[in-house]
């Protein structure tokens, strides 16, 4: 009987400790009441999971993750590493996004629009007559862009923009059977529509 | 030994990037028409006929698996135009 006065007794406390840790978790999640800087910039989503992740969890459940009172602490060290590790993410985005602009200079430099065509007029995979409907669409839309820029019509490059994706789009579907001509011609979209318009008809 | 390397030789062919297929006549007017907005039924068309102007137009007429017979006119210039034959 007095040993399990005496468990019931630890299990009280271990609640009571628990339900204390939590609170002051949840104190020290959210930056209004822990006074410290707002670091809602850094990364709200990591401080709302935080928060969310400790409101969650019940405290008899907690009591059956963690009977020790040291839940505390490692729930502030996870919560501190995932700050960390969002601030680490959000550096290497940056520099990710620099590299991947350095490399699209790199390829724009390579960028030769008449080796394109001269490429799509010896590939195999699409016939003589298609890719004289193919020509016909490209001199229309070109003509389309000439009018835009004299103002001749009501067109806006938004749509003339919409018109040129369907019509690269036509293309890859066509280059089903290239798929190294689908590749370039896909990944030089931008400088194509570039040259597009500069051209002068 | 030549087993081998005859092997060796199949096998780097085989991986090799796919090289692109010529595609036959039917399979381009049928791809042409459907180019141009126009339902076909299928990736190839029958009963092909090819007229061909002295100012260097062509006209083609051909039927496709839905069984519309369209007409495809190919201008000098390279202008391709696509009208069903009623």
Request: some cysteine; proline content about 3%.
């Given at each position: 009987?007095?040993?399990?006065?005496?468990?019931?007794?630890?299990?009280?406390?271990?609640e009571?400790?628990?339900?204390?840790?939590?609170l002051l978790?949840?104190?020290?999640?959210?930056?209004?009441?822990?006074?410290?800087k707002?670091?809602?910039?850094?990364?709200?989503?990591?401080?709302?999971?935080?928060?969310?992740?400790?409101?969650?969890?019940?405290?008899g459940k907690?009591?059956?993750?963690?009977?020790?009172?040291?839940?505390e602490?490692?729930?502030?060290?996870?919560h501190?590493?995932?700050?960390?590790?969002?601030?680490?993410?959000?550096?290497?985005?940056g520099?990710?996004?620099?590299?991947?602009?350095?490399?699209?200079?790199?390829?724009?430099?390579?960028?030769?629009?008449?080796?394109?065509?001269?490429?799509?007029?010896?590939?195999?995979?699409i016939?003589?007559?298609?890719?004289?409907?193919l020509?016909?669409?490209a001199?229309?839309?070109?003509?389309?862009?000439?009018?835009?820029?004299?103002?001749?019509?009501?067109?806006?490059?938004?749509?003339?923009?919409?018109?040129?994706d369907?019509?690269?789009?036509?293309?890859?579907?066509?280059?089903?059977?290239?798929?190294?001509?689908?590749?370039?011609?896909?990944?030089?979209?931008?400088?194509?529509?570039?040259?597009?318009?500069?051209?002068k008809? | 030994?030549?087993?081998?390397?005859?092997?060796?030789?199949?096998?780097?062919?085989?991986?090799?990037?796919?090289?692109?297929?010529?595609?036959?006549?039917?399979?381009?007017?049928?791809?042409?028409?459907?180019?141009?907005?126009?339902?076909?039924?299928?990736?190839?068309?029958?009963?092909?006929?090819?007229?061909?102007?002295?100012?260097?137009?062509?006209?083609?007429k051909?039927?496709?698996?839905?069984?519309?017979?369209?007409?495809?006119?190919?201008?000098?210039?390279?202008?391709?135009?696509?009208?069903?034959?009623?």
């Amino acid at each position: 009987m007095m040993t399990i006065t005496r468990w019931m007794e630890g299990l009280l406390w271990r609640e009571i400790v628990a339900a204390l840790a939590l609170l002051l978790c949840m104190c020290l999640a959210s930056p209004a009441m822990a006074g410290g800087k707002d670091e809602r910039n850094d990364s709200p989503a990591v401080h709302a999971q935080a928060v969310g992740s400790v409101a969650s969890v019940a405290p008899g459940k907690e009591k059956e993750r963690s009977p020790e009172g040291g839940r505390e602490g490692k729930v502030v060290k996870a919560h501190e590493a995932k700050v960390e590790s969002a601030k680490k993410a959000k550096a290497e985005t940056g520099q990710g996004a620099k590299a991947e602009s350095v490399k699209e200079t790199g390829s724009r430099s390579h960028f030769n629009m008449n080796v394109l065509i001269e490429r799509l007029k010896k590939c195999n995979a699409i016939g003589v007559f298609t890719k004289l409907a193919l020509r016909s669409d490209a001199l229309d839309l070109v003509d389309e862009v000439h009018d835009w820029r004299k103002h001749r019509n009501h067109v806006t490059i938004s749509e003339i923009r919409a018109r040129f994706d369907g019509l690269l789009l036509k293309v890859l579907a066509l280059l089903d059977n290239d798929p190294v001509l689908s590749r370039d011609i896909s990944k030089a979209r931008e400088d194509i529509w570039n040259s597009l318009l500069e051209v002068k008809a | 030994m030549k087993y081998i390397l005859s092997m060796m030789a199949l096998l780097a062919v085989a991986a090799m990037p796919g090289e692109a297929f010529a595609v036959t006549q039917a399979e381009d007017i049928a791809t042409t028409i459907m180019l141009r907005g126009q339902p076909c039924g299928g990736k190839t068309v029958s009963n092909i006929s090819e007229t061909k102007d002295a100012a260097g137009n062509t006209v083609i007429k051909a039927t496709c698996p839905n069984g519309q017979r369209y007409r495809i006119d190919v201008s000098a210039n390279g202008r391709v135009t696509v009208t069903p034959i009623k």
